[in-house]
């Protein structure tokens, strides 16, 4: 069975742009996950989503914003890039109210 | 505030030599805590879950033990290929959220 997947592996951006990163869960899992992690830091959790709706938000800025499909997939975005985005951002998914969330390899985020 | 503190930051080991990695954390409820390991560039990858005080559970040469206020991962006989950082959370009771610690490196020697 696949795994978590999120596209793309790496990106480069500029200061001030705007960015999606996409995340498809693990089959039959309906709750997805989006964390932050800088280098030589835990993750931080930006949101989770479950059947489409946001039930819980992390302490980030207006700026990050996401959203889940009705297949389960979800999307990141984030505006107005800062330099200090520049970090792994990490999926996961888990089936709906249970504690074992399982990670995707995650995406490169390099902000210049 | 909630917090999750792993010790030490950075372990090296030689191999054969057991050794126990620290998480301590502060919630006012646990809903679970969670062990993942973590490769260079790699998402973490899920190990334990443990959910009230004096609970274990093992896998292969890791063993993960839970008090009220502290969890230890104990590694017996580690091999090189356990070199990896390890991280704990946590996820407080009525949230969502899931607060991790900054991980303890751990180098296997040969």
């Known amino acids: 069975d696949a795994g978590v997947t999120q596209s793309p592996t790496h990106l480069i951006k500029t200061r001030g742009q705007h960015v999606t990163l996409r995340c498809s869960p693990i089959?039959?899992?309906?709750?997805v996950s989006w964390y932050q992690q800088v280098l030589g830091q835990g993750p931080q959790f930006i949101f989770q989503?479950?059947?489409?709706?946001?039930?819980g938000r992390g302490n980030f800025p207006d700026r990050f914003s996401a959203r889940q499909f009705p297949n389960y997939s979800s999307e990141l975005n984030v505006n107005a890039l800062l330099l200090g985005d520049s970090a792994l951002y990490l999926c996961?998914?888990?089936?709906?109210?249970?504690?074992?969330?399982?990670f995707g390899p995650g995406t490169r985020l390099t902000v210049l | 505030e909630d917090q999750v503190t792993q010790s030490p930051e950075a372990l090296r080991l030689q191999e054969g030599e057991s050794s126990s990695l620290n998480c301590s954390y502060t919630?006012?409820?646990?809903?679970?805590l969670f062990w993942y390991r973590q490769d260079p560039g790699k998402g973490p990858e899920f190990l334990f879950t443990?959910?009230?005080a004096g609970e274990e559970k093992e896998k292969e040469r890791l063993k993960a033990t839970l008090t009220k206020k502290e969890s230890f991962l104990h590694i017996t006989a580690p091999k090189p290929e356990d070199s990896a950082t390890y991280l704990c959370?946590?996820?407080?009771?009525?949230?969502?959220?899931?607060?991790f610690g900054t991980g303890t490196r751990l180098k296997v020697l040969a």
């Open positions: 959370a946590v996820r407080e009771t009525g949230t969502y959220k899931y607060i």
């Open positions: 989503y479950y059947e489409k709706e946001e039930r």
């Open positions: 089959s039959g899992h309906k709750s």
């Open positions: 443990l959910y009230s």
């Open positions: 996961a998914s888990s089936w709906a109210n249970d504690n074992e969330q399982f």
């Open positions: 919630v006012s409820g646990l809903r679970g």
